[in-house]
């Protein structure tokens, strides 16, 4: 609705609706009806209006995208804005042992959050592999100036045995 459209409403539907209720029901017998239809356009007019303020973007910066990361960018270095997010989304099967964690000495950005989505399957079967996605949070709390290479890397191992297992590196570039 227009700003003008809007006016009106707000100006016209006050006015008639009080000129409305200076009057009496016995002088005006159409009065109580027409009181009655400008009570129901202007709760309409308010839902309508809390429906748009509802679904109205807020003003300031649009928010950063997740930069979505899969194994095609092994030994890569991505641009992620500062204050934006990233993961890293990469094949595993759990059932065999073999699962992707974040190499220790690669927590500069800290500890990520962790979710498995296995591949669709039929009811009751297991084996089933899947996605493993690691999401991350660049913030100004890291101490990363714009232009800092942050490297990030992944085994895909079994926990249980010694060494490092295949390995996924990428350097986190924050602009």
Known sequence: MSSNAQR???VTLPTIYSSAQDQTTQSHPGVQ?????????AANHQSAQA???????PAGPRPARIVKITGA?????IAVREGGSFSISLRENPSTGYVWSVVPGSRALGM???????DAHQPGMTGVGGV????WKTSPMIGANSGT??????THKRPWEAGTGDLFHVNIKII
Do not use: M
């Open 51 to 57: 429906v748009l303020n509802h679904h109205q973007i």
């Open 33 to 41: 009806a027409l009181k009655d239809k400008f009570e129901k356009i």
């Open 8 to 10: 009106v409403h707000e």
């Open 149 to 154: 290479v942050i490297p990030v890397e992944l």
């Open 112 to 118: 990520p959050s962790s979710k498995f989505v296995s």
């Open 132 to 135: 493993r996605s690691f999401t």
């Open 73 to 77: 960018d092994n030994g890569k270095t």
